[in-house]
């Protein structure tokens, strides 16, 4: 007799639990006032220095800090009740975002409080991951954590819009004061919505940070099935990144002002948002199949993107581009569910790690080759590099039989 597939879970259900609520809220909240600070600094940048290189390196501050506190901080929801590490975060990092308020703040301060406010953005993420997955399982699971992919990717358009119409009213300083306030609100809604757990025996019982960093890799690394959701999720974000980090350039490029630069950065996470909404649609144990082509529909787009001249056409291009990195929805949800619980938080901190240091690196280089030749035909590069790992990935069936065939001789 076959397993009769697994009910359908609605988004009421999950959205009936209290606790899921008050982190689907709180990440939307922290996710629309990093927006607003990176498009606020970024245009700060850009106007003081002139570099597309320096405006580039301020998204690529807050992806490399994961290279420390990744591996290190992000044991910290092993260990500590998982509520307080986001409550702790928040608050601080709201003081910090609001201390770069203040008018003329010299660049190297920015930078320094960029890194510090980075460094606390770890054991803030590991921690609502690992607590979701605490507070939901199973289908559950999956559709909580689509809510929460698709929050945080309208977090993000409404974000970068948002910051954008925010400097062209108030200035730089006015929207990184909003984004401060954000992280207050959502420190307040944790505490009245999301129920305090304490961490298990196991979760606690090492005594180093670095056993328990080392813990977490040889889970992942160990593991063919964690490698490759790794793999697919690391190529789909490499693809999109640069994106985010040089449309402040693009945009100025073609003469827009603040409010296009932040719908031209908002474009492929409202692709995202698209993309999800018809991923979940399809049955689940056929959604990892689609894995190679999600990819080439992100890429594809963004090969376009030097022989387009309009800022409108090229928000188009983008978003369709987005609608394939909804491969990341499907490969988060099927990591975190395949780990233990009490190694959820560093296991999470070793992906996030790889994928924010990758992120950063290759925002840092395509900023370099946007300053040496142009922003747009550095897109389509990054995006030409991606298009080509699919195949190492998801070799073609007759690559495979024939790797076989010579492993049998």
């Not at 910090?96 to 703040?105: N, S």
């Not at 990144?241 to 630069?261: K, Y």
């Amino acid at each position: 007799m076959s397993t009769p597939p697994a009910p359908r879970v609605g988004y009421r259900e999950v959205l009936a639990v209290r606790e899921f609520r008050g982190l689907l809220i709180s990440r939307g909240l922290s996710s629309v006032g990093d927006q607003i600070a990176r498009i606020a600094v970024a245009l700060l940048v850009l106007e003081r220095s002139g570099s597309a290189f320096a405006a580039a390196a301020t998204y690529a501050t807050s992806y490399l800090t994961w290279l420390i506190g990744g591996p290190l901080l992000s044991a910290l929801p092993d260990r500590y009740p998982r509520r307080r590490v986001i409550v702790i975060s928040d608050v601080t990092r709201g003081i910090l975002v609001a201390c770069l308020a203040v008018p003329g703040v010299p660049l190297w301060v920015l930078f320094s409080v960029l890194i510090t406010v980075g460094l606390l953005a770890p054991p803030a993420e590991a921690a609502r991951s690992a607590l979701l997955a605490d507070v939901l399982d199973g289908e559950r699971y999956v559709v909580a954590s689509a809510l929460g992919n698709a929050l945080e990717q309208a977090g993000q358009v409404g974000g970068f819009v948002l910051g954008g119409v925010l400097v062209s009213l108030v200035g730089v300083e006015g929207a990184l004061l909003a984004d401060a306030v954000t992280f207050a609100v959502s420190a307040l809604l944790l505490v009245g919505m999301v129920t305090e757990r304490a961490v298990t025996r196991d979760a606690a019982a090492s005594s180093s940070f670095l056993v328990e960093a080392a813990a977490g890799a040889r889970l992942v690394w160990g593991s063919p099935r964690l490698r490759t959701l790794l793999a697919w999720g690391l190529l789909t974000a490499s693809s999109v990144i640069v994106t985010e980090g040089l449309a402040v350039a693009v945009t100025a490029e073609q003469g827009g002002g603040p409010v296009a630069a932040g719908v031209l950065t908002a474009a492929v996470p409202a692709g995202f948002l698209i993309g999800s909404w018809a991923l979940l649609r399809i049955p689940s144990d056929r959604r990892e199949r689609l894995f190679p082509a999600l990819v080439v529909l992100t890429c594809l787009p963004l090969l376009a993107t030097p022989l387009v001249d309009s800022l409108v056409l090229l928000t188009a291009v983008w978003v369709v581009a987005g609608t394939g990195n909804a491969l990341q929805l499907v490969a988060n949800a099927a990591f975190v569910q395949a780990v233990p619980a009490h190694l959820r938080g560093r296991a999470f901190g070793v992906a996030a790690t790889l994928l924010m240091g990758l992120q950063g690196a290759l925002l840092l280089a395509a900023g370099g080759l946007a300053e040496a030749t142009d922003p747009r035909f550095t897109v389509a590069a990054v995006a030409l590099g991606a298009l080509l790992v699919v195949p190492v990935l998801a070799p073609p069936p007759q690559v495979v039989a024939l790797l076989r065939r010579r492993s049998r001789g």
